[in-house]
């Protein structure tokens, strides 16, 4: 039986185009091997976002390359993000690869591997026009049986300064209502308790379908058709988070008191040049609007310091803002150019010193900030998913609050009790640390 070995970078939306690119190909009779010295294709899904995930992308390409050195009968393919970024460069710059597919060619992938082996192959890079995943298609899921995704669009008409997205994913699509409730029903199936919806915008979902096919209008339908405990909404755009949405999570105790809002800075003239429509204002009000609705309901965000043009009063504004709202989970990021972006040729571009210095000032602060939110939780009883044995010693279990997303956000360690992966548990918080809390299960 032929074999392949996949690796999978990058973010939850480019994992649930390797599962399905991982279906296809079982479906055809390929047969996935950990090792990918046993493997006859060895299958790379990449990102290219920014420079680093490239980076990160072309070291793996090339670690798989010195197995294939040693093993002529072996074949290296690229897909995803980095090849519908760069096309036919890339084919110049690795000469080890033997096939490149773009983002669009998920359900593609075994019908050009098997022209990469009979030696029918056109053309050795594929970059095939957009499409949009549908529940028809096979789909093996490579997370815990317990979690997953459900990608409800494709693409993104935000134009933010900074960012490829648009140019590699395209315009927003939207996938049905009665296709996502007909995939989840499957995903249910299997046993799943969690699922995270992910776009590169959840507020877009329908706005090319029509007015009456909003991201409320499909959570309701979710709900009604599906029994998946917990329901978690990943990456919205502050500005289209409606008053209709938030009253739905605050209504529906299966939609999580979790959002997760990039707002990316708070300074007007930074988010004015990162072309976000929104400002402090608006993000003020934001704030406080979702805590009066939802009041127990905990904030991610991502911020980026370093833009071009970041003054010490810009710098000074964002951390004044973290301190008066004490937002529960903060990523922070530097910027760095992206070749393409608009944002590449803007004048007073802060020097790569200076990024980490302001980087590690604000992480400093939010790690204070972290440390104090979670103190709130210690002598609660709080429902908790165990995600099996710790990371960090078999000794205890680990699993997350409906507060903490999966990969991303901190834990909690299970001192005492039996439970399975898999099982929601009340558990007793007995200490809090940085960014993880500490816990006991309530028998009974």
Known sequence: MATFHLVSLGCPKNLVDSEVMLGFLQ???????????????????????????????????????????????????????????????????LPEVDLFVGTEGV?????????????????????????????????????????????????????????????IRGSLRSRPVADLCQELRHLEQDG?????????????????LGSEVTLPVLLRQLLAQTDVPWIRLMYLYPSGVTDELLELIQREARILPYIDIPFQ?????????????????DLCRFVDRVREVVP????????????????????????????????????????????GAASENFEDQCTDELKQDRLQRVMELQADISKNILQKYVGQVLPV????????????????????????????????????????????????????LVGEIVEG
């Open 27 to 93: 479906e055809a009779g390929w047969q996935l091997t950990e090792d990918p010295n046993d493997a006859t294709v060895l299958l790379v899904n990449t990102c290219g976002f920014i420079q680093a995930a490239v980076e990160e992308a072309v070291d793996e390409i090339l670690e798989l390359a010195k197995i294939k050195e040693h093993d002529p009968r072996k074949y290296l393919v690229v897909t995803g993000c980095l090849v519908q970024r760069y096309g036919d460069k890339l084919a110049l710059e």
């Open 107 to 167: 359900p593609d992938i075994a019908n050009l591997i098997q022209d990469l082996l009979s030696g029918s192959l056109v053309e050795k890079v594929n970059c095939p026009a957009r499409f949009l995943m549908d529940s028809s298609m096979p789909r093996v899921i490579s997370t815990p049986f317990f979690r997953s995704f459900l990608k409800i669009t494709e693409g993104c008409n935000n134009r933010c300064s900074y960012c490829m997205i648009p140019s």
């Open 192 to 208: 799943m308790k969690e699922i995270s919806l992910i776009a590169q915008d959840l507020t877009a979902y329908g706005r090319d």
């Open 265 to 281: 800075h708070v300074s007007d003239s930074i988010l004015k040049r990162m072309n976000r429509h929104y400002g402090q204002r």
């Open 296 to 339: 127990d309901i905990a904030l991610r965000t991502t911020m980026m310091v370093g833009f071009p043009g970041e003054t010490e009063d810009d710098l000074h504004q964002l951390e004044s803002f973290l301190k008066k709202y004490q937002i529960d989970h903060v990523g922070l990021f530097a910027y760095t150019n992206e070749q």
């Open 385 to 436: 998913l165990v995600e099996g044995l710790s990371r960090e010693t078999d000794l205890l279990l680990e699993g997350r609050t409906v507060y903490q997303a999966p990969d991303i956000d901190g834990c909690v360690y299970i001192t005492d009790g039996i439970a399975n992966p898999g099982d929601i548990v009340q558990v007793r918080i007995t200490e809090a640390q940085i960014y993880d």
